[in-house]
């Protein structure tokens, strides 16, 4: 169904699409399909229910959010099961996504009764200057299937915190998801109009009518760089705020003074971060010669133990990949680095047998050798194949490291603290991990430089991103 103004409603032309399980091809439920005309009601009702929930107080806004944050954690379990089965990764994974999803819910609870502003001194002795911060009005967001629930909460807490009113797309792949996570926020007593879902098989029509269409002033967009870069060229003709949370390639240096072991865990445990398909997950790991020979046969003994299946059976740590394009990808990145000159230490090949014959699971593999010259070298694989660099000089680990056009997460293993934070400093992505591979966090600003995007989502700077800035001269010469 889809969700306008407060009601579950069909689409207008009737038409629905299918969910499936990854795992198994089973169908998981069947979902209203919008349309231009659907999106259109939805931006029509933001826009009408704009006025009066812009006006509400910081304090009320912040209570339905609570609420909402309340409600998601009550029901953590049934989406957290939802999410495995529509998305496929494992449950484990998914109560912490789930509650990653809440995160942001009780965050911009917290920050909508901080929307504050600032005076500023004039040059003249008889003028003040006041700066007011206001809600940009409507907003659109478009997100991926990788993170089907937070990456929903991660844009609708802070506008509605901000006091905007929002229509969203979900991720063909993944509706159910966003169902439940609208439904939360419904029960929670957000008002009509001021959350609205509409899931599409037709991403071009819908899609283009939220990021053009004349109501819409920001537009808020979570996945690919190729399609971010669609968005943003379409949004730029209607001078729309955009963020664009877009595709990484994650540098990984282990230096020569790290420990191998502890580092090799790291990277592993990094990969099997829902499957390799998330955009923080390391893509190229460069080691020091001194040591990978040690750090290399951890991982590997680590990857080639991670068992693979449905994400709701037991000691899963790899579920299915979304689809078939990306069992194609996995096999040509490893097929290219293969017979490139790199060498395929543990997978690299599709799973088979009763238990992966109907699903799309990926061998968690590990690629040594790896150079320059190939595929996996340069572009986001987005499932679980690490591939191993190794080098020599320390000052030219930081150059391979920024020769990307990414910037989104990087990772820095050494026990040096000089040499941590002068790494940190000098590589170009939007997010450091020194000896630690989660760098985020409701709290913190999460986004990228490059082509990894513009803006931050999460922290204060999140909400910034749905807040206007207007400045009011004021005289005070006596009338
Ligand atoms: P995607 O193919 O770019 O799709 C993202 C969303 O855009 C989906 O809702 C999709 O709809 C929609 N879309 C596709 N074509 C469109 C168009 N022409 N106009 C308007 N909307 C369109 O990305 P994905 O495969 O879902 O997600 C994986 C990518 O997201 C990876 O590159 C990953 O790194 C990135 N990601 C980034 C972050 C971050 O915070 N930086 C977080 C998670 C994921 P359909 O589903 O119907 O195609």
Redesign the pocket.
């Known amino acids: 169904m889809l969700f306008i103004n407060g009601s579950w409603m069909p689409a207008q032309s009737g038409h629905t699409f299918s969910s499936t399980d990854p795992a198994t091809g089973e169908v998981l439920g069947v979902v209203a399909d919008a349309g231009r005309a659907d999106a259109v009601r939805a931006l029509e009702a933001a826009q009408a229910a704009f006025g009066e929930w812009s006006r509400k107080t910081g304090h009320e806004r912040s209570a339905v959010l609570y609420r909402a944050w309340e409600l998601m954690l009550e029901r953590q379990e049934e989406l957290a099961k939802l999410m495995s089965r529509e998305q496929g990764k494992p449950l484990r994974m998914a109560r912490t996504e789930v509650r990653y999803a809440a995160d942001f819910l009780l965050w911009f609870a917290e920050e909508a009764k901080r929307v504050y502003g600032e005076t500023i001194p004039s040059a003249r002795a008889d003028q003040r200057f006041l700066v007011m911060r206001q809600p940009v009005g409507v907003a659109s967001a478009?997100?991926?299937?990788?993170?089907p629930i937070s990456?929903l909460t991660r844009k609708i807490a802070p506008a509605l915190a901000a006091g905007c009113t929002i229509v969203v797309?979900?991720?063909?792949?993944t509706p159910l998801c966003a169902i439940e996570t609208i439904r939360v926020l419904d029960d929670a007593g957000v008002p009509s109009g001021v959350v609205n879902l509409v899931p599409?098989?037709d991403?071009?029509e819908v899609?283009?009518e939220l990021v053009t269409n004349e109501v819409v002033r920001k537009v808020s967009f979570?996945?690919?760089?190729?399609?971010g870069r669609?968005?943003a060229s379409r949004a730029a003709h209607g001078m729309k705020r955009v963020s664009m949370?877009?595709?990484?390639h994650a540098p990984f240096i282990v230096f020569d003074d790290a420990d191998p072991v502890r580092a090799a865990k790291g990277a592993a445990a990094l990969k099997s971060l829902n499957s390799g398909q998330a955009?923080i997950c390391e893509n190229r790991v460069f080691v020091h010669r001194s040591i990978a020979r040690e750090f290399t046969e951890v991982l590997v003994e680590r990857m080639g133990r991670m068992k693979s299946g449905h994400g709701l059976s037991d000691g899963v740590s790899i579920g299915p990949l979304i689809d078939l394009a990306a069992i194609d990808k996995m096999q040509r990145h490893v097929d290219d680095a293969v017979a490139k000159g790199a060498i395929c230490a543990v997978g690299g090949k599709r799973l088979k047998g009763e238990e992966y014959d109907d699903g799309y699971f990926w061998a968690p593999t590990v690629l040594t050798g790896v150079g320059p010259d190939m595929l996996i070298y340069r572009e986001?694989t987005?499932g679980p194949i690490v591939p191993v660099i190794e080098f020599d000089d320390a000052d030219d680990v930081v150059a391979m490291a920024n020769d990307t056009t990414y910037g989104?997460a990087a990772y820095v293993y050494t026990q040096n603290l000089g040499r941590a934070l002068r790494t940190a400093e000098a590589l170009d992505f939007g997010m450091i991990g020194i000896n630690d591979i989660n760098p985020t966090s409701a709290a913190v600003p999460?986004g990228?430089v490059k082509q990894?995007?513009l803006g931050r989502e999460g922290a204060r700077e999140g909400l910034l991103e749905y807040l206007d800035t207007k400045v009011c001269g004021i005289s005070m010469e006596a009338v």
């Open positions: 478009i997100t991926p299937w990788n993170y990456m797309k979900p991720a063909e792949q599409s098989s991403p071009v899609g283009d979570t996945g690919s760089t190729e399609v669609i968005i949370e877009l595709g990484g955009c986001e987005f989104l999460f990228g990894s995007g």
